[in-house]
């Protein structure tokens, strides 16, 4: 299992455990990612993606994951984040289209 979000790319780390005595042995700092299952207003259903906790609190203050996605830049986002932007802003246009024609 990798451990990087999918939404913002935040992967493993490494640094050095430092002794009383100074003594530096290396260790690997893990994000906190969980696989969760975030609703996409724009297609109408919920999405399981790995997400870092603390990317949730971005999530909800941009206003949801559709904003987020869209704010995003695609080097960031993986793979199925990127496809799942491209389905949002592909809905999110066609009811706009939708909307200045009437």
Do not use: W, Y
């Not at 002794?19 to 990612?33: C, D, G, I, Q, Y």
């Not at 969760?36 to 999530?59: F, M, P, Q, Y």
Request: contains cysteine; charged residues 25%; proline residues 1%.
């Amino acid at each position: 299992m990798a451990r990087r979000c999918e939404l913002t790319g935040k992967g493993v780390m490494t640094g050095n455990n430092v002794s009383h005595a100074h003594n530096k042995t290396r260790r690997r700092f893990l994000p906190n990612v969980q696989e969760i299952a975030l609703h996409s207003d724009a297609l109408g259903r919920a999405v399981r993606l790995k997400v870092c906790v603390s990317t949730l609190r971005t999530v909800e203050k941009k206003g949801g994951l559709d904003a987020f996605l869209t704010a995003a830049k695609d080097t960031q986002l993986s793979l199925k984040a990127r496809r799942l932007k491209r389905a949002v802003e592909k809905v999110t246009d066609g009811a706009a289209a939708v909307t200045a024609a009437a």
